[in-house]
C-alpha cells in the first residue's frame, strides 16, 4: 500500500513528505479550481423509472459565489406524480461513469468528455447542451404527498448522496401589475419572501404547469424567469420540449439529514472544507500546481436559503 500510494503521489507530481507515512493516507484530491468542491460522481448507481417527463424546460442559471459569477445549465421534467429538477452536465457524467464502470467504454479510467467519441446519439444531444459545469443538487417533488427532497452527490465518496426531506414549501406571491413575453409566451409577474430572500418571477399561464426550477411553485403557469432582488441568482428560460420520455431517479446509498443539519453542514463544508473532508489529516487535497492546501483554504459560499 505504502508503494501504491507513493506511485500515486509522484504520478501527479506532488510532493512525498518525510513526515507522512503514505500507508497512513485515505485518499488524494487533485483540484482543477481550490473555489470548488470536488464531485465525486455515481457510478454505481440504480436507474429507477418512476414516472414519465411530460415536458423538459431548460433553464440557463446563473449564482453569484464570492466575486465570481458561475453559468450553469439546468433540466426541470415534469411528470403527473413527480417533477424533476437537476444538472444534465452532471448526470451525464454519471451516466458515462457507469458506463466506463461496465466496460462499455474502454480506454478511459474517469467519466471525462475525452470520451465523446463513444457517446450515444442521445448522450451526444445532452453533451452539446449541458454547460460547461456541474452543478451539485437536484430536487424532487413528490406530487401525491406534498414531499419535495433534495439530494446532491457526496464530496468525499462515490455512490453516496446526501438529502434532506421538508414538507412542501408554501410561497406567497403577490402579483404585479407588469406583463412581458418571454420566448414568445405571454408572462406575468410576481413577487414573494421566502427564506430571507426577495424574488421576482415571470411565469407563463399559457404554460399549465405548477412548476419551476429549484423551489418555485405555487404559481398559475410554468415559471420562465426568476431573479432575487439582489441580483445573486438568475434563472431564464432556454428551450422546452414534450418528450415523453421516463423519469429517472439515480438510486445510491444516501446519507439522510434534516433541513438544518444540511444547512448547517454546508456552512461548514465551505467555511473550513479541510475539517469536514480532511480525515484528520489523512484525505490529502492539492492543486494542479501541485500545492498542498492548509486550514485556511476556504470556498466562497452563498446559499439559496439564508433562513
Same mark, same amino acid.
Given at each position: 500500500m505504502k508503494s501504491i500510494l507513493t506511485i500515486i503521489l509522484l504520478l501527479f507530481g506532488l510532493p512525498v513528505f518525510a513526515q507522512i507515512d503514505p500507508g497512513q493516507i485515505s &485518499?488524494? =484530491?487533485?483540484? +482543477?479550481? %481550490? /473555489? $470548488?468542491? *470536488?464531485? !465525486? !460522481?455515481?457510478?454505481?448507481?440504480?436507474?429507477? =423509472?418512476v414516472d414519465t417527463a411530460r415536458v423538459e424546460v431548460v433553464y440557463n442559471f446563473r449564482c453569484r459565489q464570492g466575486e465570481q459569477c458561475q453559468d450553469y445549465v439546468m433540466m426541470l421534467e415534469v411528470g403527473a406524480r413527480h417533477t424533476k429538477y437537476y444538472s444534465p452536465r452532471l448526470q451525464l457524467t454519471d451516466d458515462i461513469a457507469m458506463k466506463v464502470a461496465a466496460g462499455l467504454i474502454r480506454g478511459s479510467s474517469s467519466p471525462g468528455r475525452d470520451n465523446r467519441e463513444q457517446y450515444t446519439a442521445e448522450e451526444l444531444a445532452i453533451d452539446s447542451m449541458a454547460g460547461k459545469k456541474e452543478f451539485n443538487s437536484e430536487i424532487w417533488v413528490d406530487l401525491a404527498n406534498g414531499v419535495l427532497t433534495e439530494r446532491c452527490h457526496d464530496y468525499q465518496h462515490r455512490n453516496l448522496s446526501l438529502e434532506? /426531506?421538508?414538507?412542501? %414549501?408554501?410561497? $406567497?406571491?403577490?402579483l404585479l401589475p407588469e +406583463?412581458? +413575453?418571454?420566448? &414568445?409566451?405571454?408572462?406575468?409577474?410576481? #413577487?414573494a419572501v421566502f427564506r430571507g430572500r426577495e424574488w421576482k418571477v415571470w411565469f407563463a399561464p399559457e404554460l399549465p404547469f405548477n412548476a419551476g426550477p429549484w423551489k418555485f411553485l405555487d404559481l398559475p403557469g410554468l415559471l420562465l424567469r426568476a431573479e432575487d432582488s439582489q441580483g445573486d441568482y438568475v434563472w431564464e428560460f432556454h428551450q422546452l420540449s414534450? %418528450?415523453?420520455?421516463?423519469?429517472? !431517479?439515480?438510486?445510491?446509498? +444516501?446519507?439522510?439529514?434534516?433541513?438544518?443539519?444540511?444547512? #448547517? *453542514?454546508?456552512?461548514?463544508?465551505?467555511? /473550513? %472544507?479541510?475539517?469536514?473532508l480532511g480525515d484528520n489529516g489523512r484525505h490529502l487535497f492539492y492543486t494542479k500546481g501541485a500545492r498542498q492546501l492548509t486550514n485556511d483554504w476556504t470556498i466562497p459560499y452563498n446559499p439559496l436559503e439564508l433562513e
Open positions: &485518499g488524494i =484530491t487533485v483540484l +482543477s479550481d %481550490p /473555489s $470548488e468542491l *470536488y464531485i !465525486f !460522481f455515481w457510478d454505481k448507481a440504480i436507474r429507477d =423509472t434532506y /426531506s421538508e414538507h412542501r %414549501p408554501q410561497w $406567497e406571491w403577490q +406583463s412581458d +413575453s418571454i420566448a &414568445g409566451y405571454a408572462c406575468m409577474t410576481a #413577487k414534450q %418528450p415523453t420520455r421516463p423519469l429517472v !431517479f439515480y438510486r445510491v446509498k +444516501s446519507r439522510v439529514l434534516r433541513r438544518n443539519e444540511w444547512r #448547517k *453542514y454546508m456552512q461548514r463544508l465551505h467555511d /473550513s %472544507p479541510l475539517a469536514v
